[in-house]
Protein backbone atom coordinates (compact mmCIF):
# COMPACT_ATOMS: atom_id res chain seq x y z
CA UNK A 1 0.00 0.00 0.00
CA UNK A 2 1.67 2.87 -1.07
CA UNK A 3 0.91 6.78 1.48
CA UNK A 4 1.82 9.69 -0.14
CA UNK A 5 4.29 8.31 -2.40
CA UNK A 6 5.69 6.63 0.70
CA UNK A 7 5.77 2.74 0.79
CA UNK A 8 5.22 1.21 4.82
CA UNK A 9 7.64 -1.59 5.84
CA UNK A 10 8.20 -3.68 8.38
CA UNK A 11 10.83 -2.84 11.21
CA UNK A 12 12.92 -5.43 9.74
CA UNK A 13 13.01 -3.66 6.07
CA UNK A 14 13.23 -0.34 7.80
CA UNK A 15 16.99 -1.37 10.08
CA UNK A 16 18.19 -2.90 7.00
CA UNK A 17 17.35 -0.15 3.88
CA UNK A 18 17.03 2.83 5.89
CA UNK A 19 19.99 5.50 4.80
CA UNK A 20 18.42 8.31 7.45
CA UNK A 21 17.01 6.63 10.49
CA UNK A 22 15.42 9.73 12.46
CA UNK A 23 13.00 8.18 15.67
CA UNK A 24 9.79 9.70 16.92
CA UNK A 25 8.45 7.29 19.76
CA UNK A 26 7.17 7.93 22.89
CA UNK A 27 8.57 5.83 26.01
CA UNK A 28 6.86 2.88 26.61
CA UNK A 29 7.43 -0.53 27.66
CA UNK A 30 7.70 -1.72 24.11
CA UNK A 31 9.62 1.36 22.97
CA UNK A 32 12.54 1.44 26.45
CA UNK A 33 15.63 0.63 25.10
CA UNK A 34 14.26 -0.74 21.77
CA UNK A 35 17.62 0.89 19.98
CA UNK A 36 20.60 -1.84 21.77
CA UNK A 37 22.81 -3.33 20.07
CA UNK A 38 21.29 -5.76 18.56
CA UNK A 39 19.15 -3.82 16.44
CA UNK A 40 21.64 -1.03 15.73
CA UNK A 41 23.67 -3.80 14.01
CA UNK A 42 21.02 -4.29 11.86
CA UNK A 43 21.44 -0.74 10.82
CA UNK A 44 23.48 0.04 7.12
CA UNK A 45 26.97 0.90 7.80
CA UNK A 46 26.12 4.21 5.94
CA UNK A 47 22.96 5.00 7.96
CA UNK A 48 22.49 8.49 9.68
CA UNK A 49 21.41 7.40 13.21
CA UNK A 50 18.88 10.60 14.47
CA UNK A 51 16.83 10.57 17.42
CA UNK A 52 14.69 13.65 18.26
CA UNK A 53 12.14 11.20 20.76
CA UNK A 54 13.55 10.67 24.03
CA UNK A 55 17.18 9.25 25.23
CA UNK A 56 15.73 6.19 26.98
CA UNK A 57 14.78 4.39 23.50
CA UNK A 58 18.42 4.02 22.34
CA UNK A 59 21.58 2.11 24.15
CA UNK A 60 23.64 5.45 23.85
CA UNK A 61 26.72 2.82 24.92
CA UNK A 62 25.58 0.66 21.70
CA UNK A 63 25.76 3.87 19.52
CA UNK A 64 29.30 4.72 20.83
CA UNK A 65 30.73 2.17 19.93
CA UNK A 66 28.82 1.14 16.58
CA UNK A 67 29.81 5.39 15.71
CA UNK A 68 33.74 4.47 17.03
CA UNK A 69 33.56 1.15 14.76
CA UNK A 70 32.21 2.60 11.86
CA UNK A 71 29.67 0.15 11.70
CA UNK A 72 27.26 3.17 11.75
CA UNK A 73 28.61 6.46 9.57
CA UNK A 74 26.76 9.18 12.03
CA UNK A 75 24.56 9.90 14.35
CA UNK A 76 22.58 12.74 15.84
CA UNK A 77 20.85 13.54 19.45
CA UNK A 78 18.80 15.79 21.60
CA UNK A 79 17.68 13.66 24.18
CA UNK A 80 20.03 11.76 26.39
CA UNK A 81 19.07 8.74 28.85
CA UNK A 82 20.55 11.49 31.68
CA UNK A 83 20.12 15.51 30.76
CA UNK A 84 23.03 16.67 30.80
CA UNK A 85 24.93 14.19 28.77
CA UNK A 86 28.45 13.06 30.52
CA UNK A 87 29.85 10.79 27.80
CA UNK A 88 32.36 12.91 26.76
CA UNK A 89 33.73 10.23 24.43
CA UNK A 90 30.41 10.53 22.89
CA UNK A 91 30.13 13.93 22.83
CA UNK A 92 33.45 14.28 20.87
CA UNK A 93 33.37 11.51 18.34
CA UNK A 94 33.96 13.61 15.06
CA UNK A 95 30.76 11.37 13.45
CA UNK A 96 28.26 12.61 16.13
CA UNK A 97 26.10 15.90 17.12
CA UNK A 98 24.78 16.27 20.20
CA UNK A 99 22.21 19.29 20.16
CA UNK A 100 19.55 20.58 23.23
CA UNK A 101 16.24 19.14 23.38
CA UNK A 102 14.78 22.74 22.53
CA UNK A 103 13.01 22.45 18.91
CA UNK A 104 9.55 23.18 20.61
CA UNK A 105 10.58 25.89 21.99
CA UNK A 106 11.04 28.15 18.60
CA UNK A 107 8.20 30.79 17.93
CA UNK A 108 7.68 28.63 14.28
CA UNK A 109 7.09 25.46 16.04
CA UNK A 110 4.88 26.95 18.72
CA UNK A 111 2.59 28.53 16.18
CA UNK A 112 2.67 24.47 14.18
CA UNK A 113 1.66 22.74 17.24
CA UNK A 114 -1.36 25.48 17.95
CA UNK A 115 -2.38 25.38 14.12
CA UNK A 116 -2.05 21.84 14.23
CA UNK A 117 -4.08 21.78 17.46
CA UNK A 118 -6.91 23.81 15.72
CA UNK A 119 -6.79 21.91 12.46
CA UNK A 120 -7.36 18.83 14.51
CA UNK A 121 -10.34 20.24 16.36
CA UNK A 122 -12.25 22.14 13.50
CA UNK A 123 -11.63 18.74 11.44
CA UNK A 124 -13.84 16.88 14.01
CA UNK A 125 -10.55 14.31 14.60
CA UNK A 126 -11.64 12.13 17.12
CA UNK A 127 -8.37 9.91 17.81
CA UNK A 128 -8.98 6.21 17.83
CA UNK A 129 -7.57 4.16 20.92
CA UNK A 130 -4.79 1.94 20.15
CA UNK A 131 -4.00 3.32 16.39
CA UNK A 132 -0.44 3.81 17.56
CA UNK A 133 1.40 0.73 16.80
CA UNK A 134 3.59 1.48 20.32
Known amino acids: MEVIGLNPVDVER ?6 VL ?7 DKTR ?3 SADVLDR ?27 GCIIAA ?3 AFEVE ?6 L ?3 PNFMAMPHIGAGSL ?16 DFIPKPGVFPF
Open 43 to 69: LRSDCVFINTACGRIVDEQALKERLMD
Open 91 to 93: LNL
Open 33 to 35: WFY
Open 22 to 28: SIHLPVT
Open 14 to 19: LLEQSE
Open 84 to 89: SPEDDE
Open 108 to 123: EARWAMGASAIEGLTG
Open 76 to 78: AID
